[in-house]
Structures are given as structure tokens and as C-alpha cells.
């Protein structure tokens, strides 16, 4: 946000002569990309400063995850439950087939199940 307004503050022409586009990069630490991006938004948006340096809003909104509160509470209760007959303890695999067979649960990955236990410190022994 600093840098957008730094460049808007070289390229103004109300202050006299402006300096060559790489003169101006240079000052203020930019590419000639950077200088000329900016430069171009701040036309599109009409001469709106704070539209030019501000970040844009998303089009579309993250995706939410599918692993809610309830989501890990069933998981972690499962994952210290016993293990099926013929498994001496569950793994993150043996998981990932469990929780696909629940039909309230939707089907996560093993890798996602493993951050799930860790961020809540539950270890597979």
C-alpha cells in the first residue's frame, strides 16, 4: 500500500516536471512493471487514490474447509476409539477409509485428518 502511494506521489504532475519512468523506479524501489501497473490502475479507477493503493476485494470468497467444529470433534472421537478387528491401531489411512464410510462426514484426505489430530495433539499410538 506504501509502495502504490509512493509511486502516485513520483508520477504527480501537479508538483512540475516529473522524471523518466526508470528515474522514478530507482527512487522509489520499484521494477518499471510496478510503476507502470500502478500508473495504469490509478486511469482505470478513474483518479480515485484510495481505489489505486488499496488491495482489491476478491470476486469470489474463499472456499470454506470442510472440517467444522463437529467435523473434528467425530474425528477425534473415532481416531481414540478402538481400531477395527485385524488393525492393532488406527492409522491416518485407516482413517481416511472410516471417515469415508460415514455418511455425515465428508470424505477428507489423509493428510488433512493428520493435521486435524495434530493441531489438537492427539497422537496415533
Do not use: Y
Not at 502516485?8 to 520499484?30: C, F, H, M, Q, Y
Not at 478513474?46 to 467425530?74: L, M, N
Amino acid at each position: 500500500m506504501i509502495m502504490r502511494a509512493r509511486v502516485l506521489l513520483a508520477l504527480n504532475t501537479a508538483a512540475g516536471e516529473v522524471d523518466a519512468k526508470e528515474v522514478i523506479a530507482t527512487r522509489v524501489g520499484v521494477s518499471g512493471e510496478t510503476l507502470r501497473l500502478v500508473a495504469k490502475r490509478f486511469a482505470e479507477t478513474g483518479g480515485d487514490i484510495w481505489a489505486t493503493i488499496e488491495r482489491k476485494q476478491r470476486e469470489h470468497p474463499p472456499v470454506p474447509s470442510p472440517v467444522t467444529g463437529e467435523v473434528e470433534a467425530r474425528l477425534i472421537t473415532l481416531a481414540c476409539s478402538q481400531p477395527p478387528a485385524g488393525h492393532a491401531r488406527w492409522s491416518l489411512r485407516l482413517l481416511e477409509t472410516h471417515v469415508a464410510l460415514i455418511k455425515d462426514l465428508p470424505d477428507l484426505d489423509h493428510s488433512t485428518i493428520g493435521r486435524v489430530l495434530k493441531k489438537r495433539n492427539c497422537a496415533l499410538i
